[in-house]
């Protein structure tokens, strides 16, 4: 895709602190930020269910919107999970501050704009995520070609109940990457029917 002027600033402002290489730590922070855009939804159509709660049938539909959100937050989650997992057994040092601090301010920021792109015209919301979520999937499936010892790395996670289980962390990766497609797909679907509110 091509990318508008908000998710290149957020990918230029990545680049410079956490450099333009892949890494593990580097995708930890992404995932940071990816969760927030479905945090700001679930949290407006909440706001929105409460006005529109004498109109059942609209207020149902609003609700499965939530839902969904939830499913994407959740599984966003997993991928953060799962990468701090690998972080940790591969002993990789990040300072509190650069990984820490620095992630959570900028998913502040990244919230807000969620937030208040959604509140004006939705559209312009999911268009962004879309953005994000395109980004995030190249960065996978960029990452497990740059890397081909990984296809023969075991994947053993204490999350692989919850998120599945693969013969490899390069197929892990691309499980990810693709998970990520899914969500590019079901943002612009709703960029392409969203209405006003
Ligand atoms: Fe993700
Ligand atoms: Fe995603």
Do not use: C
Request: proline share 4%; no cysteine; aromatic share 16%.
């Amino acid at each position: 895709m091509r990318y508008g002027l908000l998710a290149w600033v957020l990918f230029v402002s990545m680049d410079l602190l956490y450099g333009r290489r892949r890494t593990l730590s580097k995708f930890k922070v992404l995932e940071v930020i990816a969760r927030v855009p479905y945090q700001a939804w679930e949290h407006v159509a909440y706001i929105a269910i409460t006005h529109v709660h004498p109109r059942p049938d609209f207020a149902r539909r609003i609700f499965e919107r939530v839902r969904e959100s939830r499913l994407q937050q959740d599984n966003e989650q997993w991928h953060l999970l799962l990468l701090e997992e690998l972080t940790d057994r591969l002993g990789v040092r990040e300072g509190f501050v650069r990984y820490r601090v620095v992630p959570q301010i900028m998913a502040f920021v990244y919230y807000h704009i969620a937030w208040l792109l959604y509140v004006i015209r939705p559209r312009w919301s999911y268009l962004l995520n879309a953005w994000f979520e395109d980004h995030a999937e190249h960065e996978y499936m960029q990452y497990v070609a740059e890397n081909p010892p990984l296809e023969v790395e075991p994947f053993e996670s204490i999350f692989a109940d919850d998120y599945g289980r693969f013969a490899s962390i390069a197929d892990l990766f691309r499980q990810i990457g693709y998970d990520e497609r899914v969500h590019k797909l079901e943002s612009l679907e709703r960029v392409a029917t969203a209405r006003f509110r």
